[in-house]
């Protein structure tokens, strides 16, 4: 693996390569523009062995369509139905799961109670986020001449939004232990901590596909 490639173009040419980095730590969605070299300089950790078990990733079999090769209506139609789909589905899921857990355990795990809060906080921001890219800037980017001023300042706009996500995610992860139970957590526990990798997994994919994918063409010579 070329440690000059930036970790966002990783994620793009291998998606499957987004766990590894996800269990190190680096972000390859807002801080995307990092080469693996610097990325791993960061958080001081070792680049051969990222390296490696970025080329065991990169052999899984890759998704059948690259999103770089959609159409902007299609690619936007993609992120509706399934990110914001899953997020709509997920969500509301969680809320009870999140408040059960918290209520049961966090006496014994007052860290779960502020989970529950940082949690809850970061589904009124995604909820707000969601409507908002779709009344807005998704609107707007599949017209056949989209406005370059009304597009610049949404764009600051959701990308603000999407770091604050990225942070909050960050947060419930340290809380969490990198969503590793304790030995005597129950089922429900178990199954929090589960979804929350999940949900972890798809939102990082999904801010990355907006960020790395659909924003660039909006952008003059970021297309990638
Ligand atoms: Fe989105
Ligand atoms: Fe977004």
């Known amino acids: 693996m070329d440690l000059t490639t930036t970790v966002s173009r990783i ?5 499957e390569c987004a766990a590894v980095f996800q269990d190190r730590h680096i972000d390859f969605c807002c801080s995307g523009g990092m080469t693996l070299a610097e990325a791993c300089a960061k958080r001081g950790i070792n680049s051969r062995e990222v390296g490696a078990a970025l080329e065991k990733a990169a052999m899984l079999p890759a998704p059948s369509e690259d999103p770089r090769a959609l159409s902007t209506a299609e690619l936007v139609s993609f992120i509706v139905s399934r990110h914001h789909t899953f997020l709509r589905d997920a969500l509301p899921f969680l809320v009870p799961l999140v408040a059960k857990v918290a209520g049961v355990h966090g006496d014994h795990e007052p860290r779960l109670r502020k989970l529950q809060a940082e949690f809850f906080e970061l589904r009124e921001l995604l909820d707000l986020h969601l409507d908002q890219e779709e009344q807005t800037l ?5 017209t056949e001449a989209p406005d370059p001023e009304r597009l610049r300042s949404e764009l600051a706009g959701i990308r603000e939004e999407h770091r604050e996500v990225g942070a909050a995610l960050h947060r419930i992860r340290a809380l969490s232990d990198d969503y590793t139970p304790p030995p005597w957590a129950c089922t429900s526990y178990r199954r929090l901590l589960v979804e929350l990798r999940h949900l972890e997994d798809d939102v990082l994919r999904h801010v990355h596909l907006e960020n790395e994918v659909l924003f660039p ?3 003059p010579g970021r297309r990638p």
Request: hydrophobic share 55%.
């Open 11 to 15: 994620v793009l040419d291998h998606p």
């Open 138 to 142: 998704f609107r707007e980017v599949v």
């Open 217 to 219: 063409r909006f952008i």
